[in-house]
């Protein structure tokens, strides 16, 4: 999956605003949440880019085989970002002013691709039946990653013309509190 040695800095000209929240929206501020252990899988609900102002339903399973958590972390675009392959997984390399700290696993990323428009609407199924191609959001699996390629292209796939804001998703792993 993850198989070259490379650093990726995707140093879109590093941005100073960002934030960091535990999925109470992008105004919560710094913050983060411990939303599972190693037991189940995580379930939490994402606010995508964008003017839609869509919701992510996401579950997926841990991993890390220790107590982890999910940190979400913001950035205006452009941003950087400090992480490399390691053990088909990407490894955040230097702690990041969103929140991101050395060791972490990057899980999520905002994805922009071009694909027909979705949704319920008579409009969205005119426009489909139309063959209207625009860019649509996503969240991409960066574990299901067939090389390290697609991590790159996932995530200088948000641009100023698509996006202001690029939204990850990092699995830590819990400290353990002593008693």
Known sequence: ???RPLILCVLLLVSTACTVSGFVGPSAGRS???LKMSDG????SVSLPGKNELQAQMKFPAALDVPSEI???RYNVP???????KNNMAVCTKDGPGGEKVGDILRYSSQWT???PRGGGVVDTALSFSGSV???VSMFDVLKASSWNEVVEALTSNTEDRTDTVVLLFERPVKEVEA
Do not use: D, H, I, T
Request: proline share 8%; hydrophobic share 50%; glycine share 8%.
């Open 1 to 3: 999956m993850l198989r």
């Open 32 to 34: 983060r949440q411990a």
């Open 41 to 44: 899988p995580f379930e939490l």
């Open 71 to 73: 940190v979400e972390v």
């Open 79 to 85: 941003f950087g970002l400090n992480v490399e392959p």
């Open 114 to 116: 071009l694909g027909l």
């Open 134 to 136: 625009s860019w649509q």
